[in-house]
């Protein structure tokens, strides 16, 4: 069971909008930067979205990133048939031992 | 443009040790804080390690489930980031990704398999 809590799966039909959510504590999300990753079938990880709500250049503006206390959210909005991954979000838990957390991801299906 | 190359996975048996590399290229590895991470068949992602750049100190930390037995080392003048794996258990089965690390992971390697089976 991951510290980072995301729902194991969302759906939703071509074109129209998910968001899918991590919620954390305190000491990870509430004090430091979240950041999304984008992993398609079989291959490495990518980053999507980086401290809260930036977006690394040449990720489209569909893609969007918030945070509020201690959570955080990532959108997608216009889906296509490209998106469906899996999505995973991170931060450091600066608690004693100062680590890195996953959440630990969610399934994104386009219908 | 930004290269992380990893090598060195294979299949090991339990209790025994394997090293991996990852080769570095298109950035100043020297500068650059560097990662760890795995992912197990079917799972998700975990982070394994990470080490700071020798100015800020070039040291190492390490996920609970490795500590002790995993060792991240560097070595600037061949942009190269190593983990050293010892007494490996079946649950370290995974594939292992070297990834830059900002307040982020900003890029990260195709990844090689370690297996650890009898």
């Known amino acids: 069971q991951s510290v980072l809590t995301q729902p194991p799966s969302v759906s939703a039909a071509p074109g129209q909008k998910v968001t899918i959510s991590c919620s954390g504590s305190s000491s990870n999300i509430g004090n430091n930067y979240v950041s999304w990753y984008q992993q398609l079938p079989g291959t490495a990880p990518k980053l999507l979205i980086y401290?809260?709500?930036q977006r690394p250049s040449g990720i489209p503006d569909r893609f969007s990133g918030s945070k509020s206390g201690t959570s955080a959210t990532l959108g997608i909005t216009g889906l296509q048939a490209g998106d469906e991954a899996d999505y995973y979000c991170?931060?450091?838990?600066?608690?004693?031992?100062?680590?890195?957390?996953f959440g630990g991801g969610t399934k994104l299906t386009v219908l | 443009e930004v290269q992380l190359v990893e090598s060195g996975g294979g299949l090991v048996k339990p209790g025994g040790a394997l090293r991996l590399s990852c080769a570095a290229s298109?950035?100043?590895?020297?500068?650059?804080?560097m990662s760890w991470v795995r992912q197990a068949p079917g799972k998700g992602l975990e982070w394994v390690g990470r080490?700071?750049?020798?100015?800020?100190?070039?040291?190492?930390d390490y996920a609970a489930p490795v500590k002790g037995r995993f060792t991240i080392s560097r070595d600037d003048s061949e942009n190269t980031l190593y983990l050293e794996m010892d007494s490996l258990k079946s649950e370290d089965t995974a594939v292992y990704y070297c990834?830059?690390?900002?307040?982020?992971?900003?890029?990260w390697g195709q990844g090689t398999l370690v297996t650890v089976s009898s």
């Open positions: 401290d809260n709500n």
């Open positions: 298109g950035f100043t590895f020297s500068d650059a804080w």
């Open positions: 990834t830059r690390q900002l307040t982020r992971f900003d890029y």
């Open positions: 991170g931060t450091w838990d600066s608690s004693l031992n100062n680590y890195w957390l």
């Open positions: 080490i700071t750049s020798k100015s800020d100190g070039g040291a190492a």
